[in-house]
Structures are given as C-alpha cells and as structure tokens.
C-alpha cells in the first residue's frame, strides 16, 4: 500500500472524484482520507501522483500545493464528485435536486477556471 499526502480535499465529493479517477487508472484499494489529507492506494505511484495533480490535489510538498489553478480545479472535482454520489442515489427527488443544483455550480467552476488561466 502506498500512500500520497496532498493538498485541497474538503469533503466526501473530493473523495468519491479521487476514488472513481484512480480506479478508472487501474489503481486499487483507494483509501482517502479527508482530515489527514492522505490518499493510499495499491498500483503505479507515479500514476497516481500525476493524476492526483491533474484533478487539482497536488502533492503537499511541491510548488503546485500552493497553486490557485489547482485549487478551482480541486473545486470542479469536488462538485463533480458530489453530483455523481447525490445522482446515484435512486431516490427520484434527490436526482431532481442534484440535477438542478448541479448545472450552477459546474459553470460557477467552469467560469472560475477560465478566469484564472
């Protein structure tokens, strides 16, 4: 098991956009842990770090931890994470309430991302 400490994730949408990511990779046994920032896994190290990167959660020692850019870029994950749990949930209303809410936010973080380019 290796294991990654980053930076950017707040809550379960940022784990669920980390774990459906790495595993899409190949990557197994994803564990992502909020509080202490650490993402453990089984798989290539390397492919892990830059896709961790590229989702906007960079390792906390390099220079792209302190980057703006990867900070909105960890946001849109972290939407798009949420979205994804609340629209797989099978309760018809809830789907309703995600479908509605999520249209904003995404171009809320599409906006904030074309801003900071």
């Known amino acids: ?24 990779k190949g990557l197994q046994n994803i564990k992502v842990n909020v509080k202490t ?12 770090k830059a896709t961790l990167e590229k989702l906007g959660y960079p390792e906390h020692t390099t220079k792209k931890a302190k980057s703006v850019l990867r900070k909105a ?10 979205v994804s749990g609340g629209l797989a949930n099978n309760d018809k209303r ?10 904003p936010i995404i171009i809320l973080f599409l906006i904030i991302w074309l801003l900071l380019r």
């Open 1 to 24: 098991m290796k294991t990654i400490k980053v930076v950017n994730i707040k809550c379960g949408g940022c784990e669920k956009g980390i774990k459906d990511a790495l595993s899409k």
């Open 94 to 103: 809830n789907r309703k309430f995600w479908l509605l809410i999520s249209l």
């Open 73 to 82: 870029k960890s946001y849109e994950t972290c939407a798009i994470g949420t």
């Open 37 to 48: 920032q650490e993402v453990s896994f089984e798989g290539d190290f390397n492919l892990a």
